[in-house]
């Protein structure tokens, strides 16, 4: 209610002229509609439903900004005079990108960046945040490896919320040796499948290469094997940049430009990360911090903000982002 209360009030026309900058990068992840088989908040939140992204589309349109690929935001912001605009970014390379996502896009001949993790697309890396999720809300106690053997309880809801929480803060800041321990006591202890999952939740090769086949869709690099950057040493983080780079461009056929960090926090990704992806050529990079994209954002564009975009965004929480109130500090030009 006070966002819309703001909106009606005039709010993104003032907070636009002080905190708009130049255009917006909005990260989504998943269209589909929420899954019943998925009981964290935390997991349903990367899903928008198709109509919310038409919805989406809408506003843009009426705020009168372009939807424009992330070369075009290189030139905008490099221009001393451009039109306002909005970057569409999909992380991680999800089925319902090809089914739900592309339709879409050629329909409203808008174009997307689709960053895609090649591990994920292989199943050789877990998603653990959908293993974890289907082990708690099918047992009462926990048992993992974080990185000592932890025992949680999961009796109730309140406690299953508090061991997810605790489980996924271990993982964004586990090893890839740790990381490894745990995804093993997932399958062996509590029944998880990464196979499954990876068939049930990832596009196919086959998906990938038609997303990068559509005149409307780039595909991005996201890793190799979705790890959190800032835990590996330099060589090795610049390795899971470059060979995910490397395996998409032989799968695909296609240059891949642009990278997007997993997870993309101040914790998983920084100034080291941002050196990384420019000395191995990387046009852009994007982060997840909330932000808008001014002037210095043309020099610095290895470590771009976003903006992202939830099933709780609604019309008046989407025009206050596009207006730069999210992060105000991030948002400057």
Not at 97 to 124: C, F, K, M, Q
Not at 142 to 151: A, D, K, V
Not at 179 to 195: K, Y
Request: charged share 20%.
């Amino acid at each position: 209610m006070l966002k819309e209360a703001l909106v009606r009030l005039g709010a993104p026309a003032l907070l636009r002229a002080l905190l708009g900058g130049r255009g917006t990068i909005l990260v989504l992840h998943r269209v589909r509609a929420p899954d019943p088989d998925l009981m964290f908040e935390v997991n349903q939140r990367n899903s928008i439903p198709p109509e919310q992204l038409t919805g989406l589309l809408d506003i843009l349109a009426a705020e009168r900004i372009e939807v424009v690929g992330l070369d075009e935001a290189l030139a905008r912001l490099a221009a001393p005079h451009a039109g306002r605009f909005a970057c569409l970014t999909f992380d991680d390379g999800y089925r319902d990108n090809h089914d739900t996502l592309l339709p879409i896009l050629a329909a409203r001949r808008v174009p997307a960046t689709v960053y895609v993790a090649p591990g994920l697309i292989d199943g050789t890396a877990p998603l653990w945040w959908y293993a974890l999720d289907q082990a708690i809300a099918r047992t009462a106690r926990l048992r993992l490896p974080m990185p000592e053997e932890t025992e949680i309880p999961c009796g109730d809801r309140a406690a299953k919320e508090r061991a997810f929480a605790l489980a996924a803060g271990f993982m964004l800041r586990a090893t890839p040796e740790q990381a490894a321990r745990l995804n093993a006591a997932l399958v062996e202890r509590h029944g998880a499948d990464p196979a499954a999952l990876a068939a049930r939740h990832m596009m196919t090769w086959d998906m990938v290469r038609a997303l990068a086949a559509s005149p409307f869709v780039e595909i991005g690099a996201h890793t190799l094997t979705h790890p959190p950057l800032a835990v590996l040493p330099p060589a090795a983080a610049a390795a899971e940049m470059a060979q995910s780079r490397a395996r998409l461009e032989r799968e695909t056929g296609r240059p891949v430009r642009h990278l997007a960090y997993p997870y993309g926090t101040p914790g998983t990704t920084g100034a080291r990360e941002a050196a990384l992806a420019a000395e191995l050529g990387f046009r852009s990079a994007v982060t997840t911090v909330p932000g808008t994209l001014g002037r210095r954002h043309a020099a610095e564009c290895h470590a771009w903000p976003r903006h992202g975009i939830g099933p709780a965004d609604g019309p008046a929480a989407i025009r206050l982002k596009l207006a730069g109130l999210a992060n105000p500090l991030a948002a400057r030009g």
